[in-house]
């Protein structure tokens, strides 16, 4: 499995997360799910923040109404569904934001749905956004640093990390090596 994150999702889940630093972000991963041969992919097309959702430091809870709406309204969108969730962890004080569900996130995970924990902390240096050996995909943009991690469960197995796709993080702030004047 793999979670492919497009342009738009990606700054989705950027913007959230930064628009309420040091309190959680929620919302709803919306895209399609794609099977080539074994291989099954989520595709996050659009990652939508929850206004209703209530923040917290250290949690944030869904208005399983809103959710319910959201999904109605979805029905009459060919192509598009929620296919999972997204919310962020984020720094408080000296302590950075973890990268793994809570026991409670893991709770919330149902199965053949997409996850993605977005752990925002405070910029100590620029890094370029790249790939990492455990799936997650992270890098500095402005006064933050981002680790964008996905989890989804099969079969009823426990949720594990699967790998993000995302090329447009990789290509965004690249520069070209010569200026051309
Ligand atoms: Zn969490």
């Not at 989520?42 to 208005?63: D, G, K, L, M």
């Not at 969730?85 to 000296?94: A, E, L, N, R, V």
């Not at 977005?118 to 992270?138: F, Q, T």
Request: with cysteine.
């Amino acid at each position: 499995m793999t979670a492919y994150i497009s342009q738009n999702a990606f700054w989705g889940l950027l913007l959230s997360a930064v628009e309420v630093y040091k309190r959680e972000c929620f919302g709803l991963l919306i895209g399609y799910r794609d099977r080539k041969g074994p291989e099954e992919m989520f595709i996050v097309e659009h990652a939508i923040p929850f206004q209703t959702a209530a923040r917290r430091r250290r949690t944030v809870a869904s208005n399983p109404r809103a959710h319910k709406r959201i999904e109605k309204f979805l029905q009459s969108i060919p192509h598009l569904s929620v296919i999972g969730d997204f919310h962020s962890h984020t720094m408080w004080g000296y302590s950075r934001a973890a990268s793994h569900p809570s026991d409670t996130d893991r709770e919330s995970m149902l199965t053949d749905n997409v996850y993605v924990i977005v752990s925002i902390n405070d910029r100590l240096r620029v890094v370029p956004w790249k790939y990492n050996d455990d799936g997650s995909l992270s890098g500095t943009t402005d006064d933050h640093h981002f680790r964008l991690t996905a989890y989804a469960s099969q079969a009823d197995a426990p949720a594990r990390r699967v790998p993000i796709l995302c090329p447009y993080a990789l290509g965004f702030d690249a520069r070209p090596l010569h200026a051309v004047r």
